[in-house]
């Protein structure tokens, strides 16, 4: 090894054990490292009422035509591009009505 390498100077691993500890390891089990003498149940749950939003990502040429837009009309961008959501469902639902 090369004096400058991150293990110079220690032992090479042990390659037979550290196959046998992922041979062993499922994904259920957990790492015999974690600590959880301050841990907190529940800390991180949002209920099942909690609502994610979904990231949305723009063409580029869209998101400039958008934002534009948008500070010319004095709003934030997600708001124009939900009334502009809400409209296309509008129309999508009264064309279904027709059809």
Do not use: C
Request: proline fraction near 7%.
């Amino acid at each position: 090894m090369f004096a400058s390498s991150p293990r110079a100077g220690l032992p090479p691993p042990n390659r037979a054990l550290t196959r046998i500890h992922y041979e062993h390891q499922s994904s259920d089990e957990m790492k015999p490292e974690y600590y959880f003498s301050r841990a907190q149940r529940g800390r991180h749950f949002a209920g099942t009422d909690a609502a994610f939003h979904i990231p949305v990502f723009l063409e580029q040429d869209v998101q400039a035509f958008l934002m534009e837009k948008a500070a010319s009309k004095g709003v934030p961008l997600d708001r124009l591009v939900n009334e502009i959501l809400k409209g296309d469902i509008e129309s999508f639902r009264k064309l279904a009505e027709v059809a």
